[in-house]
């Protein structure tokens, strides 16, 4: 597993330009590291969804790290450095859940343009089947650009607190099994590709579910906690920024990570 890790991150990490350090009157030792994960749905010229962003608007986002040398990587490289205790410098992770058409149609175009890398969690039921999503043929051209990497988001995106509620425990085992088992088969089958990085629905998990994402053979997991990663944070937990449309400029800067000077 660390072998392969360390070949995806060494031939992954993108960035929108460097940074250099500062070094002040007296020798002090490096702070920590943090990491600002966003997360978005889905793109629109005009909104009509309050899940979505203007894509004018992610392009002036995207404008706004590159002009600041933002460090823009992939979340593999930071779930590797979590894993093997490495310190964390500052930077920016980019995923993007569901799989909606428009990361094909709207946000492929930038991606391409400011060469950024981008994490996309799926759930399989929906593609080539819900008229939302992409297709499994879009999918495959994203993966083959270089900068998706395309992983799991359980196979129907199910609220996990309600099922467990609502199920016997039997049948809730059953049902989080296929959840977490089912979607790394079909991505394996359809693309090639090992998924072993989960967003959680809705960003609900708890200590159970995780253990059992663990056994299910997922190194990592996403959530919807609003705050950077910090070392120390469990890998199969990592916070994430939620960015829609109606987040301001302003927020969108203080949600990232100090500027290295």
């Known amino acids: 597993m ?33 990491v600002s994960i966003l997360v978005y749905h889905r793109f629109e010229p005009a909104i009509h969804d309050s899940m979505a962003v203007r894509t004018s608007k992610f392009a002036s986002q995207l404008r706004y790290l590159a002009d600041h040398h933002y460090r823009v990587i992939p979340l593999r490289t930071l779930v590797s450095s979590l894993l093997h205790h490495e310190p964390l410098s500052n930077a920016v992770v980019i995923t993007v859940d569901d799989g909606h058409r428009s990361v094909y149609t709207d946000m492929l175009p930038l991606v391409r343009e400011y060469r950024v890398p981008i994490t996309l969690f799926i759930y399989p039921s929906a593609i080539s089947n819900a008229s939302y999503a992409m297709t499994w043929e879009q999918l495959d051209a994203l993966r083959q650009t270089g900068l ?19 199920l016997a425990p039997s049948a809730f085992d059953e049902l989080v099994t296929t959840q977490l088992v089912k979607p790394r088969r079909v991505l394996n089958a359809k693309l090639g590709i090992d998924a072993d990085l989960l967003a959680w629905p809705f960003g609900i998990y708890d200590d159970d579910l995780i253990r059992r994402a663990n056994a299910a053979g997922y190194v990592a997991g996403v959530t919807l906690d609003a705050r950077r990663v910090s070392p120390g944070d469990r890998t199969l937990a990592l916070p994430r920024f939620l960015v829609t449309d109606a987040m301001s400029d302003k927020r969108f800067a203080a949600i990232l990570p100090p500027l290295n000077r």
């Open 148 to 166: 998706f990497d395309v992983q799991s988001h359980t196979y129907w995106h199910p609220n996990f607190k309600i099922e467990r509620r609502r």
């Open 2 to 34: 660390a072998r392969r890790l360390n070949g995806l991150v060494a031939a992954g990490t993108l960035l929108l330009a460097s940074t250099g350090g500062t070094q002040g009157a007296r020798e002090q030792p490096p702070a920590a590291g943090s």
